[in-house]
């Protein structure tokens, strides 16, 4: 959590009358009870030592100190009784209470992925293929929910999944705890009911889910449900809890603030900053009141940490090194901690599930509060009562749950009773939904004389039926104006569905003959698709149906005057095959995996006075490897129409445009059969990771050959047309983005400007 000013020397140790102090705890007493809370003192009265408590305050990042007096404390053996915590103080104080040492705290901070925490959408390979083609074509995904009449937003920028795989990472499988007391260390972690703005004392329940509660910053992260309280990071309503330790019968305290100086007039730059600085000023507050509870026997330790911020995790360990410098310093002089030293006593770690061990599951409870069926949920989460599991297998399961597209949050928990293991597991469905708005913005200008450019949305209805339907449909409008929609319907659990839509285009595109333009072909076309589909796996699925299209071309008019008339139309229909493969990490900077996609049709086609039948088959093949920041992709694409159209006007393909023949225009070369390879080398300048956002950016270059044929047996290799690229690329959240030169051996070349998805 954000802090506020960081209090003078002088507040080390807040020097209190002891008449005051009684007041003072008096007063918290009453306040707790107004607020419904009965104190339960923890400490064990036949101590022949003073309780001590460990308070640990929120900060993010500049929760690194904690394990700094984590450290002091165990290398002069200093007894900790009751640890509570804030945000990333109840994080801190979690690990250590159930029995991790600051060196093992210390070394899990060192080895974790804090990019994960901020980060709920899963990599692009997890996601089931629907969904990435989804948002490949669509690439601004801005969580915007749609129910018909009104936009909604969802409660958070974060869901907290993230957040929930970090801290089961870290911490461990723990079951279900009667009370938090039960640890090697009793503990505390302090929440915000965010309605009222009071503070909520988690004691009890599944650890994992306390803690995620304890640091889920307010409009950022998820509020999480609890015993209906909506709660929130308990930084706003005690930063600092030393009333919470006194409350649980804490005799001695040892506070740890570690809040953030106020920013300065230039450091306040942006919006971000601004609120940042609200929130201090929030926090300041309560710990301002709960520093005046500590008396002249407890210990106020506030480390200086310099320009570590709280999103500062690759500084954790600096911040470490702070606290453990501060705290060694006041230890050494402190009567109360000279007292102590050395009567700390061993204690036997928790039991828990380790992360590589198998976990029988006699039972799983589902508390499934989304539209989807109890039976599709276990199916997707590939869970079944009776057998053994792993807790990385019921991550994984959480992990391709989440990765349907319309679950906000999922949630697992282990409780043991009778030696009965049950897996709790809460599923939220996304709140604002169940329409989603999805938009793409592309354009394409060579800087002479051709520009394109197309903008679209997309809507999503989502969970039609308890098996995951949906009603997808989508517009665009630019150079080419595209209308499609359809219904996707999974047969029950079977991985089956049945896919069905119509579809709308209006293309206009260049007739080339021999790299000679004969003039505009416009093209409009209006059609059915529909069929029967196997999902085999999420990244790899197979349709196999019909598809009926009718159109109409209106010829250049070199080529009317060939065939007597100026429209021609035309009407196809037939079977389809398609089947795609993809594991690639990105779709425009892939560093990792494959996409291989092919469609094949035989259709019969009426053209003109022809009617014969055409078989047609389109495949593509992308491979992507890197080492460090380099990486390399080759592509190869093969795209064959069989039939006896003299005019190649219908089932033809274009080639040219950036990386796709480089230097020469969009559509420079079309035909029948067309022939591509390529290799694109991109390395990356700047990653530009900003926790919640990674936006990288790149330069690259390509070599790449192809050509097109409108007869099979004119196909020659020899006669591949080579181009090259030089480019500067960003992956921007609308998209990639490029600013590019190419230049090919038919003697073009041409500088581009290019954003979007390819089109």
């Known amino acids: 959590m954000i802090q506020g000013k960081p209090a003078q020397l002088r507040d080390t140790m807040i020097q209190v009358t002891t008449g005051r102090l009684i007041l003072t705890v008096s007063l918290a007493a ?9 104190p339960k003192p923890v400490c064990q009265r036949a101590l ?4 001590v408590a460990l308070v640990l305050g929120g900060g993010g990042a500049r929760g690194g100190a904690h394990i700094g007096v984590i450290r002091a404390l165990e290398e002069r053996q200093i007894p900790v009784d009751v640890v509570v915590g804030t945000s990333i103080g109840s994080f801190v104080g979690a690990l250590y209470a159930s029995g991790k040492s600051a060196a093992d705290i210390e070394q899990l901070f060192a080895e974790a992925d804090w990019d994960i925490g901020y980060q709920d959408d899963l990599p692009r390979s997890q996601t089931p293929n629907r969904r990435k083609r989804q948002m490949d074509d669509f690439p601004i995904q801005l969580n915007l929910g749609f129910d018909g009449t009104s936009v909604k937003l969802p409660q958070g920028f974060l869901q907290g999944q993230g957040m929930k795989n970090l801290i089961d990472q870290l911490l461990g499988t723990h079951v279900l705890f009667d009370s938090f007391d039960d640890l090697p260390i009793a503990f505390r972690a302090v929440a915000a009911d965010i309605e009222t ?17 304890s640091m889920s910053l307010p409009g950022i992260v998820r509020p999480i449900e609890r015993d209906g309280r909506l709660l929130v990071d308990g930084g706003i309503a005690n930063n600092l809890p030393v009333s919470v330790a006194r409350e649980l019968g804490a005799n001695i305290i040892i506070a740890v603030d570690i809040g953030s100086p106020a920013m300065t007039r230039d450091q306040l730059s942006s919006g971000v900053s601004i609120l ?12 301002t009141q709960q520093k005046a509870l500590l008396s002249e026997q407890d210990i106020y330790l506030k480390p200086e940490l310099g320009e570590i911020d709280m999103l500062s995790f690759d500084k954790t360990l600096e911040a470490a090194e702070s606290g453990y410098r501060l705290a060694t310093g006041v230890l050494s002089t402190h009567s109360q901690a000279q007292a102590l030293a050395g009567k700390a006593q061993p204690f036997a770690a928790e039991s828990f599930i380790a992360s590589d061990s198998e976990l029988h599951l006699d039972r799983i409870r589902l508390i499934n509060h989304s539209r989807l069926s109890d039976d599709y949920i276990l199916k997707r989460m590939n869970l079944r009562e009776g057998a053994v599991y792993t807790p990385n297998d019921i991550h994984r399961g959480m992990q391709k749950l989440y990765g349907q597209g319309t679950i906000a949050r999922v949630r697992t928990s282990l409780s043991r009773e009778n030696d009965i293991n049950t897996l709790n597991t809460l599923v939220d469905e996304k709140e604002w939904g169940p329409g989603y708005l999805d938009f793409k913005l592309s354009f394409e200008d060579n800087l002479r004389s051709q520009s394109r450019y197309q903008l679209g949305a997309s809507y999503r209805r989502t969970n039609l039926s308890p098996y995951g339907a949906e009603w997808y449909t989508t517009a665009e409008f630019g150079t080419e104006k595209k209308f499609n929609t359809e219904l996707y319907w999974p047969i029950a659990t079977t991985d089956l569905f049945w896919e069905g839509g119509l579809r709308y285009n209006r293309n206009v595109f260049s007739y080339t003959e021999e790299g000679e333009s004969l003039g505009e072909v416009i093209e409009n076309e209006y059609g059915f698709i529909g069929g029967l589909g196997w999902n085999l796996r999420d990244k790899l699925d197979t349709l196999l149906g019909y598809f009926y299209t009718e159109g109409d071309i209106r010829l250049p008019v070199i080529l009317s005057e060939v065939v ?9 229909h037939g079977a389809l095959l398609r089947i795609d493969f993809d594991s690639l990490d990105d779709p425009s900077f892939p560093t990792r995996g494959w996409k291989f996609n092919t469609t094949a049709t035989r259709s019969q086609f009426d053209l003109l006075t022809v009617k014969d039948m055409s078989t047609q088959v389109e495949l593509n093949l992308i491979g992507a490897h890197s080492i460090g920041r380099h990486s390399l992709r080759g592509q190869m694409e093969y795209n064959s129409t069989f039939n ?7 089932g033809s393909f274009e080639l040219g445009g950036f990386l796709h023949l480089s230097g020469n225009g969009s559509g420079f070369i079309s035909g029948q059969h067309t022939r591509f390879f390529s290799l ?6 700047a990653e530009n990771n900003y926790r919640v956002l990674n936006l990288p950016l790149y330069l690259g270059t390509s070599l790449e050959a192809g050509n097109a044929w409108n007869d099979r047996d004119a196909i020659d290799y020899s006669e591949l047309i080579h ?5 500067l690329g960003w992956d921007s959240p609308i998209g990639p983005a490029y600013l590019a030169w190419g230049k090919s051996d038919t003697g073009n070349h041409s500088a581009y400007i290019f954003m979007g998805v390819t089109f």
């Open 30 to 38: 009453v306040a707790c009870s107004a607020l419904g809370e009965t």
């Open 48 to 51: 022949e030592r003073p309780c």
């Open 197 to 213: 703005g009071e503070q909520v004392v988690l004691d009890k329940g599944d650890l994992s889910t306390a803690l995620q509660i």
């Open 276 to 287: 940042r600085q609200l929130t201090s000023f929030l926090t300041e507050k309560n710990v």
């Open 564 to 572: 007597g008339q100026r429209d021609v139309d035309y009407l196809q």
């Open 644 to 650: 006896d159209d003299p005019f190649s006007l219908v």
């Open 680 to 685: 694109v080398y991109t390395y990356e300048l």
């Open 723 to 727: 181009s090259a690229s030089l480019f």
